[in-house]
C-alpha cells in the first residue's frame, strides 16, 4: 500500500489554518471533509488571488495595449509556466488550458481523434476509466468506425498486465486510461503502458485527475503523448483544466473550437489558425483562475509531492487498518499502490443511507457509482461508499470518521 | 378519509418540528416511518413500476378503486423508503384532482429539501412528479 516509505515533515494544523471552508460546523458537527477525490478545499491564498485579480488587475490578456492587460497576460502565462514546470513538460507551449479534464479528453477525442481515427482501428481504455474517458471515445470510434476496446481488471482492481500483450496491436491507434483510479484509489502502471503503446506506434493519453495533487508527474519521464488533470482536485479553483501534448503531436492535430484567440488571420475566404496552445484556446480563457491556480501549485511545492504522498500514504494505511476491522464492512479496491482513496460497502446497508447518516454526524463522503459505472457492474455493486483523505486530513478526523461509522452501522442492527 | 391533504402534512410538519432540527434524530425518525410502511407486494417491484433516481430505487405502483387512488410503494434505502412512506401517507386514498391540486408545502417546511434537493441523490423528487402524473391521467380519464 505504502506507495514511499518515506516519512513526512509537515505540519498539519499549520496546513489546516490555511483553509477556511474546513473550520466549520455541519449539522452541529465539526465538519470532516472526506470528499477530496470530488474536488479537494482550497488554501487562503488561491482564494486571495482571484479577489486580487478581480480588484486590481482585471483585464483581457494577449491583446490589450495597457497596464492592466500587460499584468493580467503576464500572470496567466506565469501559471503555463508553473504547470510546465509542475509535470516536467518540454516547454510552455504544450500546456494548454481547458475547462476540466473531461474537456482535455473531449478536445483529444474529437480533434485527434477526427483526423488520426480511421475504419478499422482500435482505441483502448480500462475498465477503471471514469464515463469522461469512455464517452468521449465512444463517440469518436462510433464516427470514425473505430472499435473501443477495454483492458481487464483483477479482482483487486488493478489492470491486468498480461492481457495488454493480446490488446495493444497494430490496430490500436490510441490508449487512453487513468494514473489512478478516482473510484477504488489504483496507481496504474503508467510508464509500462505506454511503452507498450509506442511499441506498436500507438498514441498515449492519461487521464490525471486523481494523480495530480498526490504523485510526482513528470510527463517527459513517463513520454506520454497526453495527460489530463483538473485544477480543483489539486487545491485550484473549479473549472480549469489542463491538458499537456507533445509538440509534435499537438501542431498535427486541428484546432478543437473556433473563435477567437485561436487565429492568425481571418478573412471570409479562409482563416489561419494561431500556433500552439492558442490554437487550442478559443475565446477569452478563464483568467481569473488560471492566475489563481499559480498559488495552487506553488502550495504544493512548497509542500513538497514527496511529503503529501508520504502523509497521505499514512492517512490511507491507518484507514484501511481501522476499517478493516469493522464487521460487514468490504472494500473495494485494494491494489497494492494506492492513493489517498478508501472505497467501501457495508454488508446490508445502502450507500446512500450510509452517506446521509455520515453526513449527519458531520462527515462528508461520496456515495454511489463515481460516474465508473463500469468499474460498479464489474464487481456487481451499484455504488460505493468513498472517503479520500488530502493533506490536511488527520488521523484524529479518521478515528472520529470511524465511530460514525460504527455507531451509523448500530443503528441498522436493531 | 376525513382528514384532508393540508391536515396530514400540517401533522407532519408537528412531528418534525419536535425533533428539533437535529439531523441525526431527523434521520432517525425517517427511517421509522419507513418502517411503518405497508409492504409492497414483491410482484409489483418490477421495471414498470421503478422510479428512477441516481443512486436509490424507488417503485411505485397506483391504482384507481371508486374514483380514489391508491399508492403502494417501497425503496431499496431506508432513508428513501422513509420519505416515500411520507408522500403515501399524504397522497393515498385521495381523488385524482386532489393530487393534481396538492400543494407539498410540506417538504420545505420540514426542510427535506436537502434530501430531494439534487435530481441524483433520490428517488423522491421523481416520485412526486411520478405521482402528479398518475393524478393527472386519472383526472383526465374522469373527464
Known sequence: ?414 | MSETINDIQNEIIEEFSMLDSDMEMTIEYIMELGQQLPEMAEALKNEDNIVKGCQSKVWLNAEAKDGKIYLEADSNTAITKGLVSILVRILSGRTPQEIVDADLYFVDKIGLNRFIGTQRSNGLGAMMKQIKIYGLAYSAKAE
Open chain 1, 1 to 414: 500500500m505504502a506507495q514511499t516509505l518515506e516519512k513526512h515533515t509537515l505540519d498539519i494544523q499549520k496546513i489546516r489554518a490555511q483553509f477556511p471552508v474546513l473550520h466549520q460546523e455541519v449539522n452541529g458537527k465539526p465538519l470532516i471533509y472526506f470528499d477530496n477525490a470530488a474536488t479537494n478545499q482550497k488554501p487562503k491564498r488561491v482564494i486571495d488571488a482571484l479577489v486580487k485579480y478581480y480588484e486590481h488587475d482585471n483585464a483581457n490578456i494577449h491583446r490589450g495595449a495597457h497596464a492592466l492587460a500587460a499584468r493580467a497576460t503576464e500572470a496567466f502565462e506565469n501559471t503555463r509556466v508553473s504547470v510546465q514546470k509542475f509535470i516536467n513538460a518540454n516547454e510552455p507551449e504544450e500546456i494548454i488550458f481547458t475547462k476540466g479534464t473531461s474537456e482535455s479528453i473531449n478536445l483529444v477525442a474529437s480533434s485527434w481523434g477526427r483526423k488520426f481515427l480511421n475504419p478499422g482501428d482500435e482505441v483502448l481504455i480500462s475498465t477503471l476509466e471514469h464515463h469522461s474517458n469512455i464517452v468521449p471515445w465512444q463517440m469518436i470510434c462510433e464516427e470514425r468506425g473505430a472499435e473501443l476496446k477495454v483492458i481487464p481488471i483483477n479482482e483487486a482492481g488493478e489492470i491486468i498486465i498480461e492481457a495488454l500483450d493480446e490488446l495493444i496491436t497494430e490496430k490500436t491507434k490510441m490508449v487512453a486510461f487513468n494514473h489512478a483510479s478516482n473510484s477504488l484509489g489504483t496507481i496504474n502502471p503508467v510508464k509500462h503502458i505506454i511503452d507498450k503503446a509506442h511499441a506498436v506506434g500507438a498514441k498515449v493519453l492519461v487521464d490525471g485527475a486523481q494523480a495530480s495533487s498526490h504523485l510526482a508527474v513528470d510527463v517527459q519521464a513517463l513520454n506520454a503523448d497526453f495527460y489530463a488533470f483538473s485544477a480543483h482536485k489539486m487545491y485550484g479553483p473549479t473549472g480549469l483544466g489542463v491538458l499537456y501534448g507533445k509538440r509534435d503531436i499537438l501542431e498535427k492535430t486541428p484546432p478543437y473550437q473556433g473563435g477567437g484567440e485561436m487565429i492568425k488571420e481571418v478573412s471570409f475566404g479562409k482563416t489561419t489558425y494561431n500556433d500552439i496552445p492558442y490554437k487550442f484556446e478559443a475565446g477569452t480563457p478563464d483568467i481569473a483562475n488560471v492566475i489563481a491556480f499559480n498559488e495552487a501549485i506553488l502550495f504544493i511545492n512548497e509542500l513538497g509531492k514527496e511529503n503529501i504522498a508520504a502523509y497521505e500514504n499514512e492517512l490511507l494505511a491507518y484507514a484501511t487498518d481501522k476499517i478493516s476491522q469493522i464487521e460487514g464492512v468490504r472494500l473495494i479496491g485494494t491494489a497494492k499502490e494506492k492513493v489517498s482513496v478508501l472505497s467501501f460497502e457495508v454488508e446490508g446497508i445502502h450507500h446512500f443511507d450510509l452517506g446521509m447518516w455520515l453526513d449527519a454526524k458531520g462527515v462528508a463522503v461520496r456515495t454511489g457509482h463515481h460516474c465508473t459505472q463500469p468499474l460498479m457492474d464489474h464487481y456487481c455493486i451499484e455504488g460505493t461508499v468513498r472517503a479520500s483523505f488530502s493533506v490536511y486530513n488527520t488521523i484524529e478526523e479518521i478515528d472520529a470518521f470511524i465511530e460514525a461509522l460504527k455507531s451509523t452501522i448500530s443503528k441498522f442492527k436493531k
